[in-house]
């Protein structure tokens, strides 16, 4: 069975521009999450899908970044226009179910440099 | 704030020796709590997670241990191999219809052959 995949592996940009990252979770998995660890810091939580509804978005740091999850299955973050200090390791993850609590399968994540 | 962090960044093992690697948490009311081994250029590897109503739970090669009037955690880990060498995390994961996982900074182990 395949695991979380991410895309593209390492993003460089310059300040001003947009990129878009792309999450695919594990197939059946209706929870879909994405962290970030910007440099120094701890992974810290953005947002949570469960489907294509956002169950979750008080990680997002402003609204620079802009998250879809349309048909419920893979998921991109936009971030336009991308500063600094949004360089950083994006992670994805995904989870079965949502009551109790479920193991959370991450990505290799996207490393996004701004320059 | 709430947080979940660790004690020491970076511990150095002799291959074959046991590893313990430790992790306060500020949040009293935390329910569940997770390893995670970050490997080079990977993402998050669950380990082993505990339940705020137990105190150690073991898997293989692996104990975590919780200390709920002190609020700490720890991971031992036995016999120490060399594809242990990675970044570990302890966290905490919120339940019900929210589970975000709030992570601390990390304790990196290094193996000595």
């Known amino acids: 069975e395949a695991g979380v995949t991410q895309f593209p592996s390492h993003s460089v940009i310059e300040k001003g521009q947009t990129v878009t990252l792309r999450c695919d979770p594990i197939?059946?998995?209706?929870?879909l999450y994405w962290y970030r660890r910007v440099m120094g810091k701890e992974i810290k939580f953005l947002l949570h899908f469960v489907k294509e509804s956002k169950q979750d978005e008080s990680g997002m740091p402003n609204n620079r970044f802009l998250a879809e999850r349309t048909g419920g299955t893979y998921s991109t973050l936009k971030v336009q226009p991308a500063e600094l200090e949004d360089s950083g390791v994006y992670f994805c993850?995904?989870?079965?179910?949502?009551?109790?609590?479920?193991?959370?399968?991450f990505g290799p994540g996207t490393r996004l440099t701004v320059t | 704030g709430e947080s979940v962090g660790l004690h020491l960044p970076t511990l150095s093992v002799q291959e074959g020796d046991n590893s313990i690697i430790n992790c306060a948490y500020s949040n009293s009311a935390s329910d569940y709590f997770i390893w995670y081994k970050q490997e080079s250029g990977k993402g998050p590897q669950f380990i082993i997670d505990?339940?705020?109503?137990?105190d150690k739970r073991q898997g293989q090669r692996v104990t975590v241990l919780l200390n709920k009037t002190v609020k700490h955690l720890s991971l031992q880990i036995a016999a120490t191999q060399p594809g242990d060498s990675a970044v570990y995390f302890c966290?905490?994961?919120?339940?019900?219809?929210?589970?975000?996982?709030?992570f601390g900074t990390g304790t990196k182990l290094q193996v000595i052959p």
């Open positions: 505990i339940r705020s109503n137990m």
């Open positions: 197939s059946g998995h209706d929870n």
């Open positions: 993850a995904s989870s079965l179910g949502v009551e109790g609590f479920y193991e959370q399968y």
């Open positions: 966290a905490e994961q919120d339940s019900g219809g929210y589970q975000k996982v709030t």
